[in-house]
């Protein structure tokens, strides 16, 4: 498969993978984040309650300082529900998620998770 077929295949089967309350990559994220080189990957993250985790691949991440207005819900000038932009696989256990409208979030690893910390209602 050429690399822009799997990106368009990876961009899809993450567009139809966002779970509720967090975003989440299929697992081909996992082969991306392998590489020893940078990535950056299309990223539509979940804001509905706020920024605060996402999963890309297998992997769930928890944003270093989460985001949200106070009440649960994203803070001003971020879409709702989702915002578009990428996130850049920077090394094994840190991503970065960033958008034309100026937003950066730092994600981190959360060693042997196997869900999310809390689901969106």
């Given at each position: 498969m050429t690399e822009?077929a799997?990106?368009?295949?990876f961009?899809l ?6 779970l509720?309350?967090c ?10 984040r ?5 990535r ?5 993250i979940?804001?509905h ?7 890309i691949g ?8 989460p985001?949200?207005?106070g009440?649960g819900?994203?803070?001003?000038g971020?879409?709702?529900p989702?915002?578009?932009?990428t996130m850049?696989?920077k090394?094994?256990t840190?991503a970065?998620?960033?958008?034309d ?8 690893v959360r060693?042997g998770a196997?869900?999310?910390k809390?689901?969106?209602?």
């Amino acid at each position: 498969m050429t690399e822009r077929a799997g990106t368009i295949i990876f961009a899809l089967t993450l567009a139809a993978g966002v779970l509720t309350g967090c975003s989440q990559a299929d697992e081909s994220a996992d082969a991306v984040r392998a590489e020893p080189s940078v990535r950056t990957i299309p990223f539509d993250i979940y804001t509905h309650c706020g920024i605060h985790e996402v999963r890309i691949g297998s992997t769930y991440y928890e944003a270093e300082t989460p985001l949200t207005d106070g009440d649960g819900n994203p803070p001003e000038g971020w879409d709702e529900p989702f915002q578009r932009g990428t996130m850049t696989l920077k090394t094994e256990t840190e991503a970065v998620f960033t958008d034309d409208a100026g937003h950066e979030v730092k994600f981190r690893v959360r060693p042997g998770a196997s869900g999310f910390k809390r689901l969106c209602s």
